[in-house]
């Protein structure tokens, strides 16, 4: 991995308070390197072929770790496995295409004000909102 890219993995960790730790940045940049999405196996997998000495509790740990800290997304659209992605920081939501798994990131979100109405009539107060739709992509249609 180029230089400049490990300092902005470095960065993008510790600016999200995370340690930053070898093993940390070598899952991190393994699915830096992902278009779409991955598993956990499938990153462990990667990593094994690369001779990492990783082993796949520390993958799981850590990308649960950067989950948790909002590094990285979880999807929920392989089956009952999460898949995660590296995505960018601004709020967006996903389509998926649950044939080839690609993933677009989509920026617009117009549910501002049905959400307002949604919580109200039920007394919440939101916090956070995610949207992932599933279908087929272009290519696979």
């Known amino acids: ?3 400049n ?10 600016g999200k308070g995370v340690r930053v730790t ?5 899952v991190l940049a393994e699915l830096a390197r992902e278009r779409d999405d991955v598993t956990a196996q499938e990153l462990w997998r990667r ?8 082993g796949l509790a520390t993958v799981y740990r850590t990308l649960a770790l950067l989950a948790d800290a909002g590094v990285v997304d979880t999807m929920s659209h ?6 995660y992605r ?6 967006h939501h996903h ?16 549910l501002g004000k049905w959400l307002e109405t949604v919580t109200r009539q039920h007394g919440f107060v939101a916090i956070d909102h995610r949207v992932e739709i599933t279908g087929l992509c272009a290519a696979c249609r």
């Open 22 to 26: 070898p093993r940390r940045l070598e």
């Open 78 to 83: 392989h089956g009952t496995e999460l898949c």
């Open 47 to 54: 990593l094994r072929e690369r001779d990492s000495q990783t």
């Open 95 to 110: 389509l998926v295409c649950s044939s080839c798994h690609r993933v677009v990131e989509v920026e617009q979100c117009g």
């Open 1 to 3: 991995m180029p230089r």
């Open 5 to 14: 890219a490990q300092a902005d993995l470095s960065e993008l960790l510790a």
């Open 86 to 91: 590296l995505c960018t920081e601004s709020h």
